[in-house]
């Protein structure tokens, strides 16, 4: 039982720390050379870093990135990485407490979670914002779509899986 809580709390987490489109699975494969940066020495495998990192490299060839574009998405990709790395750590910390917690600290514990998954949308949306303005308007279109697109299908996988509650 803990174990199926703990699960659900880390893919709540999970989906409220990353945007719709780094949720989204890509059909394309990118390749080694996409652009993206290496995942993290640090990454745990199976870890909300380790994901973040193949999502940044599905985005980065779904959105077409350019070279003049690099410095803007390098810094986005950051952004989605220090998220990552931090959420995992919420995540972790509410895990060890779990067995002990009562409800009243269940429910501070997600609070903590949703306040941090403010604080990374607020570091996130001015990365993302200037890389967006830095893209020429057909790439902006492009990316309009790939956003949307990915949202309607993490909804519907939500829909599917019913992991929009914690059971």
């Given at each position: 039982m803990i174990r199926s809580s703990y699960l659900a709390s880390a893919a709540l987490a999970l989906s409220l720390a990353l945007p719709a489109a780094a949720l989204a699975q890509s059909n394309t494969t990118p390749s080694p050379s996409a652009g993206a940066s290496p995942m993290s020495a640090n990454a745990?495998?199976?870890s909300a870093e380790q994901r973040v990192?193949?999502?940044i490299r599905q985005l980065h060839a779904q959105l077409r990135i350019t070279p003049a574009e690099q410095p803007q998405w390098d810094r986005f990709a950051e952004v989605m990485r220090?998220?990552?790395r931090a959420m995992d750590q919420e995540i972790a910390q509410r895990h060890q407490q779990f067995a002990r917690m009562n409800a009243l600290q269940n429910m501070q514990s997600y609070q903590k979670i949703a306040e941090a998954h403010a604080q990374d949308l607020q570091r996130l949306v001015p990365a993302f914002e200037n890389l967006y303005k830095a893209m020429p308007d057909q790439q902006k279109r492009l990316t309009d779509q790939v956003f949307?697109?990915?949202a309607e299908a993490g909804a519907r996988r939500r829909m599917q899986t019913g992991?929009?509650?914690e059971r």
């Open positions: 745990v495998p199976g990192d193949e999502h220090e998220n990552a949307r697109e990915n992991s929009n509650t």
